[in-house]
């Protein structure tokens, strides 16, 4: 059997018609819009906000066009990549029938995302290694299996996983193969967003909450084919990014140049911040990380973890999480942060 959406996507999703707005409805030319409801006088701000957004963004698309080489099109745009996600539970799981492969220790909001849309989790624990366990993934799948969620590179462990078994699931599994590359721009690995004229099955997500700083702007990126998109278009609430964030979005995308300034002084911090963890000796080991955080082993973590806090440094502790023992995940900070960390550390 090969990948056909039709055959995936929901029945109510497949027959669903989208909420149409006044914007929709109306195209072409015209100086007067009394058709939404709006407050014609203006917003109590300096910027207007009394319009509604660009329910497709397209403007912030065409900017991501020039710097990613994908075409509007292909692109959706979420509030945070967590709607993205959302988006593929309500797109293509049924609810208590449907059921999605996730691979842990891996990022936490598929769990909950899958929780919320009552869809089975089948957990298909990486290897030691920290890579798929390609025979029991192949063993995990049936007939109800709709997605398969692979972060790379990965949180919490900061490693990339092996391009050639993602590119197997993509070639012979007939859902949804969701490949998270929220780190990507810290990594040395090629994004699979050239591979979406290859693979009708792909989603890739991005973020612009990670390396281009925009956390609290809520934009998350799927990549996919057309058809793809044009579903989570329809699904999706129609103005799901708001104004502000969309006019914001535009100016920063223009700033690539202290974006990419940012990710080198990053990994080289995270060079020097490894350097320094070495040498404490209740560190045991530091795993290889292609994002802009490092996992860490340690003899006591939850002591470490309470040492920092008392002293106004957070870090994150996965010491509970399968195949993370003992383990903290540490954010890459500026130059300033990560010395005040070692210096810290340093008397623990
Ligand atoms: C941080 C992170 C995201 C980003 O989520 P947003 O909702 O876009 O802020 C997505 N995936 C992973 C694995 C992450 O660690």
Redo the contacts with the bound molecule.
Sequence with gaps: MSFNLQNLLRENIKNLTPYSSARDEFQGEASVFLDANENAYGSPLEDNFNRYPDPLQLAVKQKITSIKGVPPRNIFLGN????AIDILFRSFCRPGIDNVILVPP??G?YQVSANINDIEVQNIPLTIKYQLNMEGIAEAINPNTKLIFI?SPN?PTGNSINREDVETLLANFTGIVVV?E??INYSRQKSFIQELTEYGNLVV?Q????AWGL?GL???MAFASEEIIEVFNRVKPPYNINEASQKLALQALENVEQVNGWIKETLAERDKLVLGLKNLNFVLDIFPSDANFILVKTVSPREIYQFLVERGIIVRDRSKVELCEGCLRITVGTPAENNQLLTVLEGF
């Design positions: 945070g990549s967590d709607e891996t990022y909001m972060c949180n998270d929220a780190y997500l973020t612009l909450s990670k956390a809520r934009i998350g």
